[in-house]
């Protein structure tokens, strides 16, 4: 399979934790985007690392992009009861005109009040 | 901050009927995509578009859909005869150019289209 897979597949921490959730691939990437989706809304884009980056920061959510090891994490610190939600990892793969993303399942966050 | 919006948030047709899924992308952006989500399931390309034509499409996307820029706003999905398995939520996303290495995504906020 080309998809991405996260993991855990579920992930229920108390407020105010670190949340990390993992990303694997199998195939060459030339980014890979994470997104937020609430249930049974939308999805929210939060950050893109290139497959030339190795991290990536933005308020209070860290990414890392390991290209050896065709594996990336997201984590979120200090979480709050809104970080709840799934979040899923999208990678863009090299080819000419080729834009699609291809998604994992996710990774289901509860944060605990 | 701009957002790509869709309408309707949910749409119920019955089997066999055509529907057509509206989406106005964020208006500086020159590509644009169709993804779908099955209740339960992983988000599923389906097709993205710029220039006014088809850039790229999944096996997904057969002859029973088709898309259309009929303005200088708006984006359209059309499902010619829905069956049952069309059944999902219909994600619109668009993007500026994206270069040799890809670009982010927005997405809007989907239309649920339940199929009778």
């Known amino acids: 399979s080309q998809q991405g897979e996260e993991d855990p597949q579920a992930l229920s921490i108390q407020e105010g934790e670190n949340a990390t959730m993992n990303c694997s691939y199998k195939t060459s990437i030339n980014n890979l985007q994470w997104y937020r989706q609430n249930s049974g809304r939308g999805l929210v884009h939060l950050i893109l690392?290139?497959?030339?980056?190795r991290e990536k920061h933005s308020g209070r959510l860290r990414v890392t992009l390991d290209t050896s090891k065709k594996s990336s994490s997201l984590l979120i610190t200090a979480s709050r009861a809104a970080d709840t939600a799934s979040y899923f990892c999208?990678?863009?793969?090299?080819?000419?005109?080729?834009?699609?993303?291809?998604f994992g399942k996710g990774t289901k966050l509860s944060v605990i009040p | 901050e701009p957002e790509v919006t869709q309408t309707p948030s949910h749409q119920v047709t019955q089997m066999g009927q055509e529907v057509i899924l509206r989406c106005v992308p964020i208006s500086n952006h020159l590509y644009f995509y169709w993804y779908r989500q099955i209740l339960g399931q992983k988000v599923e390309f389906l097709v993205s578009f710029y220039n006014n034509e088809i850039s790229e499409k999944s096996e997904i996307f057969d002859d029973q859909f088709s898309v259309e820029r009929p303005d200088g706003s708006n984006f359209t999905l059309k499902i010619r005869s829905t069956k049952l398995e069309d059944s999902a939520m219909y994600f619109c996303?668009?993007?500026?150019?994206?270069?040799?290495?890809?670009?982010?995504?927005?997405f809007g906020p989907g239309t649920r289209l339940t199929v009778l």
């Open positions: 996303a668009s993007s500026e150019f994206p270069g040799l290495t890809g670009n982010e995504q927005f």
């Open positions: 690392i290139r497959s030339n980056e």
């Open positions: 999208a990678r863009g793969s090299p080819g000419a005109g080729s834009y699609q993303l291809t």
